[in-house]
């Protein structure tokens, strides 16, 4: 076993610029969290959570010894798939982590919390990732990866049947 304590991972990625590894967990309402995965840590489930359950005793992981995760929301978004867009990307997000979400509350592009992509910074020395900026899609994402060859972003669309991407067009 190499962690333990989590709910519902539903995306992994072995960041080699970073040296981290990064999973993406569904919470329970409220919760969903991305975590850097080390050896040996507990993460809490179903002990402590960010999110409300019948079995959640305790959200402030710190303090009961449990391994925090990265960052939570508040309001689900049904996070899925995680993926890193390197640094030498053209893409306007690259050296970012990239998370996909399925559902959500549905209030629109603004303040809709699924279908998009979640950008986020991670600040190696403090351990620390910062979101950057959210892309709402219209759309649930299924799946997510950078492609290397294209220098583009890849989604499997679940609502539209479809395959998405965003890349940078040559002139």
């Known amino acids: ?35 850097m995965i080390l050896e040996n840590k507990n993460y809490g489930w179903p002990i402590v ?25 508040e309001v689900n978004p049904g996070i899925s798939e995680i993926t890193y867009v390197p640094e030498t990307s053209r893409l306007p997000f690259s050296d970012r982590i990239i998370v996909s979400s399925l559902s959500g509350a549905d209030t629109g592009p603004v303040n809709h919390s699924g279908k998009s992509i979640f950008i986020f910074k991670f600040d190696k020395k403090e351990n620390i990732l910062r979101l ?24 499997v669309l679940e609502d539209d049947k479809s395959i998405g991407s965003i890349s940078i067009l040559n002139n």
Not at 12 to 34: A, N, T
């Open 49 to 73: 959570s960010e999110g409300i359950d019948q079995f959640v005793k305790f959200n402030d992981h710190d303090k009961h010894g449990y391994f925090k995760p990265l960052y939570f929301w």
């Open 1 to 35: 076993i190499f962690s333990y304590g989590h709910r519902n991972p539903q995306g992994f990625k072995y960041v080699e610029e970073l040296d981290i590894i990064l999973e993406s967990e569904h919470g329970p309402q409220g919760g969903d969290e991305i975590n």
């Open 132 to 155: 950057s900026d959210k892309i709402f899609i219209n759309d649930r994402i299924r799946d997510i990866f950078y492609d290397y060859p294209t220098d583009s972003l890849l989604m």
